[in-house]
């Protein structure tokens, strides 16, 4: 009877410490396989972190901007890892190759899917976070910066404005963005339409390479180097860093918000914005953000439409083009606020007022909430009750955000295929819809079918054959691979088409060159090209 019992009770031991076990052993055997795989006698367990130690959870929670993927019931990985070096990557990927350990790369952890930080179907995992790789290098003399993929968007920004006041970089308006992340995907922001995307302006990276190379420019080729510029983070290998073309930008712009609700007439400025936001003087860049206000009448919510911009020169020249092009906005002298490029950035990013431009040194983003959002691109504008109907469904929901981006400019004289971004000639604007909440206790479901409905809703109204989405904005809800034998025509139809257009073909070509085992994989990475279609 006793030792039967006390078999019970070990057994029970066991298999409650099995996941511990496990995971010990194989923080011992990546450290080891780390150490042989190094030059270097560098200490790796000071940059492993394993879920026994205090950090980890911090560490892993640090950039995850979407709190949805932070809830204990999402999956954890097995390992974190905080690599200085480029070789410490190039190790980790090997390792993670030998010990059959699942890997995801984490830059700034934006990605709407939790993606780089969470993996659902492929365990063990382990993160390689490469938020400590972050050195920037400013080159004024040769117009051109190296950032490394660790750094924000943020950090470039003032890294060049410390540099030069006539100097710039054309990405994200959020200020928290990671640069591996962002840029893979294409990167758009206020100076879109003068200088296209963060992409369109990167001329070498260096990338690791699924055998653990490092490889520039010229020693990937021209297929590698062009599917890393737009064809979204997490396939091609980990890339390290970007030298990207600075442009320039005048010493004195402008910025402005001006806010309409329906009682003010909201509905038809916005369908005569529709009709030229493509069009303006490319120096000018008018988003639109739509959300829910309270109305003037007591306990009734209204819609307000904020406009929202950045003009690439002084407040008498933007009038004047308001006032020829725009006039229904009724912008005012006193809307505007002449200002550098680098104060228009923290403005962009909802900083308040006289924040100062250090804020973008702290790689934070000016709030982080629960979300799930989707995208949509709008070649002909909205009928005005197509835009009434649109109000109706955001009025049904708490802490919606729906913002439309005008195109045009320089992003329809860049060819869909120069780069796997392919939004581009005949594209007005683009929409984002996005369901936002505060507490974790709040029901998930309701605000997802929320997203899904307004989606539903629009499909008359925006582009088609095939609907396109932009990949940064992340929806899985269009469809994932599957681990085992990922279809290259189901992933075409489902999520492809609408990432990548016609590009998808090429995109899933150089991924069967370059890591035909699908080493790097991920819900919505790029599949191999099957052998009967290379
Ligand atoms: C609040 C907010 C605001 C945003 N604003 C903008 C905006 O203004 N303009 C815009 O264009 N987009 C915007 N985005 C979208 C953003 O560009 C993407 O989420 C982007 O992927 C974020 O990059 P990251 O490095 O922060 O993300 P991560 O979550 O770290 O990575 C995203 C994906 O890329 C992969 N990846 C990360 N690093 C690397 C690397 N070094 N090598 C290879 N793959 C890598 C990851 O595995 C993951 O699949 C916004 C997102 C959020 C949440
Ligand atoms: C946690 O891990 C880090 C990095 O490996 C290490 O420096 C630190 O000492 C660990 N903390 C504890 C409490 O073990
Ligand atoms: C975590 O477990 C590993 C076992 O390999 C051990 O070396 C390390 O000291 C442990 N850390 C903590 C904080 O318990
Ligand atoms: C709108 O009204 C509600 C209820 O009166 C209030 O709780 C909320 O703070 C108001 N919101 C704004 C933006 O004023
Ligand atoms: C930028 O913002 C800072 C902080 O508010 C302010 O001190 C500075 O004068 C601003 N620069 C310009 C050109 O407006
Ligand atoms: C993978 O899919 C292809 C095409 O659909 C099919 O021909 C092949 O048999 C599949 N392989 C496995 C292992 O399921």
New binding site residues.
């Given amino acids: 009877m006793v030792s039967s019992r006390s078999s019970i009770l070990s057994m029970l031991l066991f298999l409650l410490l099995t996941p511990f076990v496990v995971s010990l052993h194989l923080q011992d055997r990546f450290l080891k396989c780390l150490s042989r795989n190094s030059e270097s006698s560098f200490p790796f367990s000071t940059v492993l972190y394993a879920p026994n130690n205090s950090s980890f959870n911090s560490i892993l929670l640090s950039?995850a901007?979407?709190l949805r993927f932070t809830l204990p019931s999402v999956p954890k990985p097995e390992l974190i890892f905080t690599p200085l070096k480029e070789s410490h990557i190039q190790a980790a990927v090997i390792c993670s190759k030998k010990l059959e350990i699942h890997l995801?790369?984490?830059?700034?952890?934006?990605?709407?899917e939790?993606?780089?930080?969470v993996s659902e179907i492929e365990r063990p995992y382990i993160i390689v976070d490469?938020a400590k790789l972050r050195s920037i290098s400013v080159d004024i003399e040769d117009n051109s910066a190296w950032v490394q993929?660790g750094a924000?968007n943020g950090e470039l920004y003032y890294r060049i404005s410390e540099k030069s006041k006539t100097h710039g970089f054309p990405?994200?308006?959020?200020s928290?963005?990671?640069?591996?992340?962002?840029i893979?995907?294409?990167?758009?922001?206020a100076m879109l339409r003068k200088y296209g995307?963060?992409a369109d302006n990167v001329v070498d990276a260096h990338?690791i390479d699924v055998h653990g190379r490092l490889l520039d420019r010229k020693s990937m080729g021209e297929d590698l180097f062009w599917a890393?510029r737009g064809g979204?983070?997490?396939?091609?290998?980990?890339?390290?860093a970007w030298k990207v073309k600075l442009v320039s930008v005048p010493s004195t712009v402008t910025v402005f918000t001006v806010t309409k609700t329906l009682e003010q007439g909201a509905t038809k400025i916005l369908y005569r914005w529709q009709e030229i936001a493509d069009k303006l003087d490319e120096d000018l860049f008018i988003r639109v953000l739509i959300q829910t206000a309270n109305a003037t009448s007591q306990g009734k919510r209204t819609i307000a439409t904020s406009y929202n911009a950045l003009f690439l020169g002084d407040a008498t020249r933007l009038l004047q083009i308001m006032h020829h092009s725009f006039p229904e906005l009724g912008l005012a002298r006193q809307d505007c606020i002449e200002t550098d490029w680098i104060n228009s950035t923290v403005y962009l990013a909802f900083f308040p007022n006289n924040t100062p431009p250090e804020v973008l040194l702290q790689r934070r983003?000016i709030v982080k909430l629960f979300?799930k959002a989707k995208s949509d691109y709008a070649k002909e504008p909205l009928p005005e009750t197509a835009l009434e109907g649109l109000w109706d469904i955001i009025l049904e929901e708490e802490l919606p955000t729906v913002a439309f981006t005008p195109y045009g400019g320089k992003m329809s004289e860049i060819s869909e295929s120069q780069i796997p971004f392919p939004h581009r000639k005949g594209i007005r604007f683009m929409i984002l819809y996005s369901a936002n909440w505060q507490d974790a206790k709040e029901n998930v479901a309701k605000h997802v079918d929320w997203t899904r409905k307004v989606y539903k809703y629009m499909q008359p109204y925006v582009s088609k054959h095939p609907r396109e989405t932009?990949v940064?904005?992340?929806d899985l809800d269009l469809g994932i691979n599957k681990r085992t034998n990922t279809s290259f025509t189901e992933a075409g139809t489902s999520w492809g088409l609408k990432y990548f257009k016609n590009n998808f073909h090429r995109l899933a070509f150089v991924k069967a060159k370059v890591d035909p085992d699908d080493f790097?994989w991920?819900e919505q990475?790029i599949p191999p090209l099957p052998f009967h279609m290379r």
């Fill in positions: 950039t901007q979407n995801r790369v984490r830059s700034g952890g934006h990605d709407y939790g993606l780089s930080y490469l993929v924000t990405a994200g308006t959020c928290s963005l990671g640069m591996g992340g962002h893979s995907g294409g990167a758009y922001g995307l963060g990338i890393i979204a983070g997490g396939s091609f290998g980990i890339v390290t983003n979300f932009y940064n904005y992340r790097f991920h990475s």
